[in-house]
């Protein structure tokens, strides 16, 4: 099992800038694909970053390419998402998520099998 938790949300204005991190516990995320997908109001929980395993190819939703920034340190068995120039349209929860198994699709929400509870971001314009 692997126990995951967000932090570092929060309330910020347009072009401002907010690091999320993902604190893994239980396991170490070293054979683990991660992801970060984000859900608004009234919207079905989206892809945003992943980084793949093994290889650690990088993904991005075309949305944010440019802006955000998927990290990974292994030895503190942890995942960022650096977000910077941020939009009123990237407001959501922000999840983070681990995918233990080899050829899925880890752009999709169902390929993934322990997820964090979230923490919110607001990006006021």
């Known amino acids: 099992q692997v126990q995951l938790a967000e932090s570092g949300g929060g309330l910020v204005q347009a072009g401002d800038s907010l690091r999320l991190s993902c604190t893994a516990s239980?396991?170490?995320?070293?054979?683990?694909?991660m992801g970060w997908f984000r859900q608004a109001p009234g919207k079905e929980r989206e892809f945003v970053a992943a980084?793949?395993?093994?290889?650690?190819?990088?993904y991005y939703t075309d949305s944010v390419k440019g802006r955000f920034t998927i990290s990974r340190d292994n030895v503190k068995n942890m995942v960022y998402l650096q977000m910077n120039s941020l939009k009123p349209e990237d407001t959501a929860v922000y999840y983070c998520?681990?995918?233990?198994?080899?050829?899925?699709?880890?752009?999709?929400?169902?390929?993934?099998?322990?997820w964090g509870q979230g923490t919110q971001v607001t990006v006021s314009s």
């Open positions: 998520a681990a995918c233990g198994r080899l050829g899925v699709r880890i752009l999709e929400v169902g390929s993934y099998d322990y």
């Open positions: 980084l793949s395993w093994p290889g650690g190819s990088i």
């Open positions: 239980g396991r170490t995320l070293t054979n683990y694909a």
